[in-house]
């Protein structure tokens, strides 16, 4: 495999060259370093990249060139390269195009020119960028399968576990596709062995739990010391921050989540209205960083169901089951809410399997071409909407109030409305 692509694309000699030595002297080492005068010539080599197979990292683009913006050329390069991140480089007059820009082709960034020093002004940035695309690219090996069926809730609890830590994995489906019959003969492993999970040193599990999945995929399910100054139980934002904060303090910190960092915002595809993402970001990327802060920071994180707290001459005790505690001197309960389930008789019986709570955005591709109903009107609705409508033929909001405004933010009820295959039935 080549080398991932940065696309440097300014008409001006000087700044192009400015850009080159800079992007060259940072990530010449992981990725190839291309330049161009011009969106027309960009595209060009972009599309001659996409035939033979190469991928582009992210696209760095001068808002004022002849002929074509730097917004209608990533506009454009938006369709041949749908992953690649989006940088616009603007001048101090440019800024409200490059505010546009965020909306129109789901801009990344804009940077202002002169970005000296780049230690400050443009490596942390497109390091932060480049990290995202890598997260979220998926990798050029064979890696963890999962064998199983969209029907299946065993297979979905799989998939979603896997997806919301942040593990690789390819879905094969047994009515769609022939290596997955192949590989459920070989085991012979009916339906009722459901979900078969396919590991890179050979390891088969059947229908395996949550913890077993931690184990093998390496997340830590136990705890290293008997005592902490501070154990926290939840691992949603709150959570999270307070990992952050209390281990910046020098406090022993441990959080314990039975599902995965993030909670319910990491689910959500797309958060436009957190502080400082003026370009929205994933609940993916977002539950991402904040493992990274926190554990660099020296905070543990503990894959594991907390079954009961409890206090002892002060202590508290932390019950992880089978006889496992974690004890510390003050703990923090951020668990977060719960899904208020449908009291629509019956509906148990397809949780899993056609009916779902929460819609990670690994599940989008599934349904492609397929209806989709969002039963909800908060923010989290319409974001599953939205994402939902990048592939489905019809997405259909079911929403109890007479109005999306009650309850949803005015940016997320405007995206919606200009949403041509989404359709809201309020009331």
């Known amino acids: 495999m080549s080398k991932p692509v940065i696309f440097a694309v300014d008409d001006d000699p000087q700044v192009r060259n400015a850009v080159k030595r800079d992007l060259r002297t940072r990530y010449a080492a992981d990725y190839r370093i291309i330049d161009t005068e011009s969106g027309v010539e960009a595209l060009d080599v972009a599309r001659e990249l996409k035939s033979r197979g190469d991928t582009v990292a992210l696209f760095l683009a001068d808002q004022r060139m002849p002929g074509m913006s730097g917004t209608e050329l990533l506009l454009e390069a938006r ?71 969209r029907w299946s809730p065993a297979t979905y609890e799989t998939k979603d ?38 590991f890179t040193d050979g390891t088969r599990l059947v229908a395996p739990d949550r913890r077993t999945l931690a184990e093998q995929v390496g997340l830590q399910t136990e705890a290293d010391s008997p005592f902490y100054d501070l154990v926290i139980v939840g691992g949603g934002p709150a959570g999270l921050a307070a ?56 905070a543990e ?18 019950a992880l089951g089978a006889g496992e505690e974690v004890r510390a001197h003050a703990a923090l309960v951020s668990t977060g809410m719960t899904v208020r389930k449908l009291a629509v008789p019956g509906y148990e019986r397809f949780e899993g399997a056609g009916v779902y709570y929460g819609a990670a955005p690994s599940e989008a591709a599934t349904y492609a071409g397929s209806e989709i109903f969002v039963i909800g009107g908060a923010n989290s609705a319409g974001q ?44």
Not at 165 to 185: G, H, K, S, T
């Open 301 to 318: 994180i503990i894959s594991a169901a907390v079954a009961s707290l409890r206090v002892e001459d002060g202590v508290k005790i932390a």
């Open 243 to 298: 990992a952050v904060y209390g281990a910046s303090e020098g406090l022993r910190t441990v959080l314990i989540e039975q599902a995965a960092p993030g909670g319910q915002a990491g689910t959500s595809s797309r958060i436009e209205n957190y502080l400082g993402f003026p370009a929205g970001i994933s609940g993916g990327d977002l539950a991402r960083r904040a493992v990274t802060q926190a554990t660099r920071l020296g």
């Open 79 to 149: 369709e041949i390269y749908p992953d690649a991140k989006r940088v616009l480089l603007t001048a101090y007059a440019d800024t409200a195009a490059a505010i546009a820009a965020i909306n129109e082709v789901d801009l990344d960034h804009y940077l202002m020119k002169p970005w000296d020093p780049p230690d400050q002004q443009l490596y942390p940035i497109l390091d932060d960028l480049l990290d995202d695309w890598l997260a979220n690219t998926p990798p050029p090996y064979d890696g963890i399968r999962v064998v199983g069926t």
């Open 161 to 198: 576990f896997f997806a919301r830590n942040q593990v690789p994995y390819r879905f094969l489906d047994i009515e769609r596709d022939p290596e997955a019959a192949a590989i459920l003969q070989a085991g012979k492993t009916g339906d009722s062995g459901l979900p078969v999970v396919l």
């Open 384 to 427: 599953a909407a939205m994402m939902f409508s990048k592939h489905a033929a019809k997405v259909t909001m079911v929403v109890r109030s007479d109005a999306l405004e009650a309850k949803m933010s005015q940016y997320l009820v405007d995206q919606i409305g200009a949403q041509p295959n989404i359709e809201v039935l309020l009331s």
